[in-house]
């Protein structure tokens, strides 16, 4: 059963994230941090974050934050120095929030070193800030589905927290609802923070759960009809037994469609 103010929401935040044109390519600067302060990033994602896309992370300006919506989102960076870096650039998975406007993003070092051409990586390095271009791509995990990891917080049977792993694609996830297993009766879950959502309205036994996310040029269900077993743990990450692969459209000109 869908909530009235669910399908509010929905419409709100799929409009206002047709705004900030996903697929235009942006001009900036990039700058880089460590790669250990990466498990600290906004989005939640802890440890974790470092095994996601090769360590390949960014943190990104609020625009491109979201409040948390734009957590786990990947971006196709090159830096505009041709006798320094590739024309490919390379693919940056959002898990932080960048607080200083000056650069749209903060690499780890390995990706910032990733735009470099090869043997060059270090004179990239050395520049500190470069000019770039850069533009959302989907995200592909080839032998990975969608995972929820159970968080800390959580406390059977009255609250649950997860957050959501290697999510593919190029959508947002706007709302998620869980039930138990071959019941219809959902409890929505809310947005906490970062990649994180939680419900005070925990079913019982094992649980399943649906994704409205945005696809299209709006939004699209996804079930992950079992996912949690009735012996559910924190801190263990669960296989959804989906891979979300939609690209979101909007009405971006020019879209950018080519291949760096
Ligand atoms: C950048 O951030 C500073 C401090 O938060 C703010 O005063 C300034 O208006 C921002 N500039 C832009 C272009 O957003
Ligand atoms: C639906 O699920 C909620 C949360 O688990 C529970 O509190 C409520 O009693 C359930 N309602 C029905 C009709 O089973």
């Given at each position: 059963?869908?909530?009235?103010?669910?399908?509010?929401?929905?419409?709100?935040?799929?409009?206002?994230?047709?705004?900030?044109?996903?697929?235009?390519?942006?001009?900036?600067?990039?700058?880089?941090?460590?790669?250990?302060?990466?498990?600290?990033?906004?989005?939640?994602?802890?440890?974790?974050?470092?095994?996601?896309?090769?360590?390949?992370?960014?943190?990104?300006?609020?625009?491109?934050?979201?409040?948390?919506?734009?957590?786990?989102?990947?971006?196709?960076?090159?830096?505009?120095?041709?006798?320094?870096?590739?024309?490919?650039?390379?693919?940056?998975?959002?898990?932080?929030?960048?607080?200083?406007?000056?650069?749209?993003?903060?690499?780890?070092?390995?990706?910032?070193?990733?735009?470099?051409?090869?043997?060059?990586?270090?004179?990239?390095?050395?520049?500190?800030?470069?000019?770039?271009?850069?533009?959302?791509?989907?995200?592909?995990?080839?032998?990975?589905?969608?995972?929820i990891r159970v968080e800390e917080s959580s406390?059977k049977?009255?609250?649950l927290a997860i957050k959501?792993?290697?999510?593919?694609?190029?959508?947002?996830?706007?709302?998620?609802?869980?039930?138990?297993?071959?019941?219809?009766?959902?409890?929505?879950?809310?947005?906490?923070?970062?990649?994180?959502?939680d419900?005070?309205?925990?079913?019982?036994?094992?649980l399943?759960?649906?994704?409205?996310?945005?696809?299209?040029?709006?939004?699209?269900?996804?079930?992950?009809?079992?996912v949690l077993?009735?012996?559910w743990k924190i801190g263990v990450i669960y296989?959804?037994?989906?891979?979300?692969?939609?690209?979101?459209?909007?009405?971006?000109?020019?879209?950018?469609?080519?291949?760096?």
């Open positions: 059963m869908a909530q009235p103010h669910f399908l509010c929401m929905l419409l709100f935040l799929v409009l206002s994230s047709a705004t900030a044109c996903d697929r235009c390519v942006h001009q900036s600067k990039a700058s880089y941090f460590s790669d250990a302060a990466a498990s600290s990033g906004a989005c939640g994602y802890g440890s974790l974050a470092l095994t996601i896309s090769g360590g390949h992370l960014a943190a990104g300006v609020s625009s491109l934050y979201k409040q948390g919506a734009g957590c786990g989102a990947c971006f196709q960076i090159r830096c505009k120095d041709s006798k320094l870096c590739s024309s490919k650039g390379t693919k940056v998975t959002l898990t932080d929030l960048n607080h200083n406007n000056q650069t749209d993003f903060v690499l780890t070092s390995r990706a910032f070193m990733a735009m470099a051409n090869k043997g060059k990586g270090q004179d990239v390095l050395k520049l500190g800030v470069v000019d770039v271009e850069y533009k959302r791509v989907p995200c592909e995990y080839k032998n990975q589905n969608l995972a406390q049977p009255y609250y959501l792993i290697y999510q593919g694609g190029q959508t947002e996830i706007v709302a998620i609802d869980v039930a138990q297993v071959g019941s219809s009766n959902w409890s929505f879950m809310t947005k906490n923070y970062g990649a994180v959502w419900t005070s309205r925990v079913p019982n036994g094992a399943q759960f649906r994704f409205v996310v945005t696809s299209g040029y709006d939004g699209k269900w996804v079930w992950a009809k079992n077993p009735t012996d296989d959804s037994g989906v891979q979300i692969t939609d690209i979101a459209q909007e009405g971006c000109s020019p879209c950018d469609d080519g291949n760096w």
